[in-house]
């Protein structure tokens, strides 16, 4: 290879006498900075570090203004200087200024300081808005608001009853729904106007349900004792009257101080299965279910249905979504490849979604048990029966599916009995995990929304510390199999 020509003596001068830089040498002499430091060595004459000769040059009060005032990255203020990012940070970092955190950065390249403290709390305060919904008037992410709360140490409400976006109502609200829905109210009207109930005082039949110490419900407490009359003066006090839960304030039902209770004690052995179930989970047989009077003809008297005769379909996810999300410890549903459910008539009495799960290594021929959910109104034990009829099917309709495989977790108290039952094989066990919970949200984030961010500084427990997020160890999963 042949040498580089430079010019040896004015290299000497450009470097030595004017204190030039091997770069701004390399430019004058037309080659590259590597040939200028070989030559400088091989002349004897020491290579100064690059950032001698240009930050002794540089104030700290120039990187801070440019940085700070002027509100500049780090990329923008090391060309502005012509040095690297580094010398920027150090720079910063010895002078005790420092740099930016995430959050600030962030809302400086957004334009987040153009919106201004005052019109977010005159929105939160005067108007009463969540901070989601504040977020959202403003175009920018559901954090937004809160993490602005944070850095001025402003007071925010507690994330609960009405003040939570997804509030669905409280007692009053959920009792209101069930007097007020028309199923039972036409149920109420049938069952009264078969009693033909007179008024003790004009003696006149009442066919309208504002009867103030009787309420004819006896469909409800049909085995009760209580006789369905007016009851004495020395007696009304064992009337349940003005009871949210049960009728609005115009109505009463008469029963004993003992079945009385027992109500509130949760015994409600002799009460209808629709008061049950409502009682169990009224918004969702309120709003969600497709109950009608033919589907509670299937329960017994304990509010509960016996799978006998029932079919296995394949359903979409619409069907099962609001039954996962009351029944299923986890309460959403993951993607899936199939879904059954087993109805009896029309009324789901289990569910099992198969898919790949969130193991991206699991083979073709392989499909996850992601979900399996036996209703609240079903009679135990059902899980074996149901997962050997849906085994049957995929080995019918799915022939390429050669095994099956699902995971107990530790953490929720399930240690795979229904498997062992099913005769499933055990093998081993994943490794202990952790996740993030949100203290102000309420939301269980998975472990992967702390790791590091490309470009930004900070390690996994740092970002975790400044949202504010707890790490919550979690338990290993067992996991089993079974070959098809």
């Known amino acids: 290879m042949r040498p580089v020509k430079i010019n040896e003596s004015l290299l000497h001068d450009l470097y030595v006498h004017l204190e030039l830089t091997a770069k701004e040498c390399a430019k004058i ?32 009060d120039q990187v801070i203004d440019l940085y700070w005032n002027n509100k500049l990255s780090i990329c923008e203020t090391a060309k502005k200087l012509g040095v690297s990012e580094g010398c920027v940070k150090k720079r ?45 008037h403003f175009n920018k992410s559901s954090q937004f608001t809160r993490h602005r709360f944070i850095a001025m140490g402003k007071e925010r409400r507690k994330n609960t ?67 369905h009359t007016p009851l004495p003066d ?30 509130e004690m949760g015994k409600l052995d002799q009460a209808h299965p629709w008061w049950k179930i409502w009682q169990a989970y009224p918004s969702f047989a309120i709003n969600r279910s497709d109950f009608n009077d033919m589907d509670f003809d299937l329960f017994n008297d304990k509010g509960m249905i016996r799978p006998t005769d029932y079919s296995i379909n394949i359903s979409p996810v619409g069907d099962i979504k609001h039954i996962i999300r009351y029944e299923h410890y986890l309460g959403t549903i993951p993607g899936s490849k199939l879904i059954l459910v087993a109805r009896q008539k029309s009324v789901i009495v289990g569910i099992a979604t198969f898919g790949k799960g969130t193991n991206r ?49 530790s953490s929720v108290g399930h240690n795979g009995g229904i498997y062992r039952m099913a005769k499933w094989a055990k093998n081993g066990q994943t490794p ?9 949200t309420f939301k269980l984030m998975h472990k992967s929304a702390c790791r590091r961010i490309k470009g930004v500084d900070k ?19 067992y996991k089993y199999s079974l070959i098809l």
């Open 29 to 60: 002499l037309g080659v590259s900075d590597t040939s200028i430091c070989r030559r400088l060595k091989k002349l004897g004459i020491r290579v100064r570090p690059p950032i001698r000769g240009l930050m002794t040059n540089i104030s700290d």
């Open 92 to 136: 910063l970092n010895k002078s005790g200024k420092g740099t930016r955190t995430v959050r600030e950065g962030a809302r400086l390249w957004r334009g987040s300081d153009e919106i201004l403290d005052d019109q977010l709390i005159h929105l939160y305060d005067v108007c009463g808005w969540s901070c989601e919904k504040i977020s959202a």
């Open 161 to 227: 009853g009405k003040n939570n976006g997804s509030w669905k109502g409280g007692i009053n609200d959920i009792g209101s729904a069930v007097r007020g829905c028309a199923t039972s109210l036409q149920w109420r009207k049938d069952a009264f106007s078969k009693q033909q109930y007179k008024s003790e005082i004009s003696n006149q039949q009442i066919r309208e349900l504002n009867c103030h110490h009787i309420y004819p419900f006896h469909v409800i407490l049909r085995s009760s004792i209580t006789k």
């Open 234 to 263: 020395e007696y009304r006090s064992l009337a349940i009257v003005n009871d949210p839960r049960f009728y609005d304030g115009q109505n009463g039902l008469v029963v004993s101080k003992e079945e009385h209770d027992n109500i």
């Open 361 to 409: 290594n699991i083979p073709d021929n392989t499909w996850e048990l992601t979900r399996l959910c036996i209703p609240f109104y079903v009679v135990r034990p059902f899980a074996c029966e149901f997962l050997d009829r849906c085994y049957g099917y995929i080995r019918e309709n799915y022939p390429q599916i050669k095994e099956l495989v699902s995971f107990a977790d």
């Open 432 to 440: 202990p995990s952790y996740a993030y919970f949100d203290p102000a």
């Open 459 to 477: 390690t996994e427990r740092e970002l975790a510390d400044e949202r504010g997020w707890i790490r919550i160890p979690l338990t290993h999963k």
